[in-house]
């Protein structure tokens, strides 16, 4: 049940961040955003970096995200 509520809070994080992008607003710390990820959330970030087209040209996000989601899905089949 964590699994499922972090990735979701992950994903809407990622999609308000971009939408703040697009209208200039005060943005989410990206701090934040790897925080979510570390914590569970990455396999929720990466399918929102995916939807919303937002952060897929920082390499960071690009090549750190969708390695985070492989330990967090190892983790939970791991420990399921």
Known sequence: MYFVLINMISYIVMGNDKR???RGAWRTRERT????AFIGGAVGGWIAMQAHRHKTKHAAFKYGMPVLAIVDLSL?????
């Open 33 to 36: 955003l790897w925080l979510l």
């Open 76 to 80: 939970l089949a791991y420990f399921s």
């Open 20 to 22: 703040k992008a697009k």
